[in-house]
């Protein structure tokens, strides 16, 4: 069946631009995961949802920073006032029950430059 | 882990040879850990995960040993592969919403 889905897989945006970066988790999957993954380095959590409710955003690093997922589906992650410091990949996870179940499914990432 | 930046530590072995990857946490709180593999353009694939109240674990062609007394993880790939040349990241997660990932060690796998 089908995993789940990035878009756009590659975004450029001045700085000063507001972006939207979709998530399609897989089907009737619970959990949805959004990481930060800067070059080189391992992936950093930025926020959880369960269904449509968003049970953890410690990881966002600043009030530019908000994800939703309205109806427990496609998760949206929108970044206002792009600085150069967000240019990274972001990655979405999804996995079948709640957070303890470890195995995430990740999608491949938008690549974002900020420029 | 620490960051190593664009200089992720790296192994190369032969082709056929068995490679061994580790990993260094440091909560003693944790108690599932995670290995995923990277491959370039790709999203991070799980390999396979191993409980607290365990040290070893076996999947195919893959097994993970768990120290908690020195808070080590290791990954064991046997009759490594070209196909398994990639990012490997080790991870720990306390129970909670949160995976802590590690910096990541790249396998080059030489035919």
């Known amino acids: 069946g089908a995993g789940v889905s990035q878009s756009p897989r590659y975004k450029v945006a001045k700085r000063g631009q507001d972006v939207a970066l979709r998530c399609d988790p897989i089907?009737?999957?619970?959990?949805l995961f959004w990481y930060q993954q800067a070059l080189g380095q391992g992936p950093e959590f930025l926020t959880y949802?369960?269904?449509?409710?968003?049970?953890?955003k410690s990881g966002l690093p600043s009030d530019r920073f908000f994800a939703e997922r309205p109806e427990g589906s496609v998760s949206t992650l929108k970044i206002q006032r792009t600085q150069q410091e967000d240019s990274a990949v972001y990655l979405c996870?999804?996995?079948?029950?709640?957070?303890?179940?470890?195995?995430?499914?990740f999608g491949p990432g938008t690549r974002l430059t900020v420029t | 882990g620490e960051s190593v930046g664009l200089h992720l530590p790296t192994l190369s072995v032969q082709e056929g040879d068995n490679s061994i990857i580790n990993c260094a946490y440091s909560?003693?709180?944790?108690?599932?850990f995670i290995w995923y593999k990277q491959e370039s353009g790709k999203g991070p694939q799980f390999i396979i995960d191993?409980?607290?109240?365990?040290d070893k674990r076996q999947g195919q062609r893959v097994t993970v040993l768990l120290n908690k007394t020195v808070k080590h993880l290791s990954l064991q790939i046997a009759a490594t592969q070209p196909g398994d040349s990639a990012v490997y990241f080790c991870?720990?997660?306390?129970?909670?919403?949160?995976?802590?990932f590690g910096a990541g060690t790249r396998l080059f796998v030489k035919a």
């Open positions: 996870a999804s996995s079948v029950t709640g957070a303890l179940s470890h195995e995430q499914y």
């Open positions: 089907s009737g999957h619970v959990s």
């Open positions: 949802f369960q269904n449509e409710a968003q049970l953890d």
């Open positions: 909560n003693s709180a944790s108690d599932y």
């Open positions: 191993i409980r607290s109240n365990m």
């Open positions: 991870a720990e997660n306390t129970g909670g919403f949160k995976t802590i």
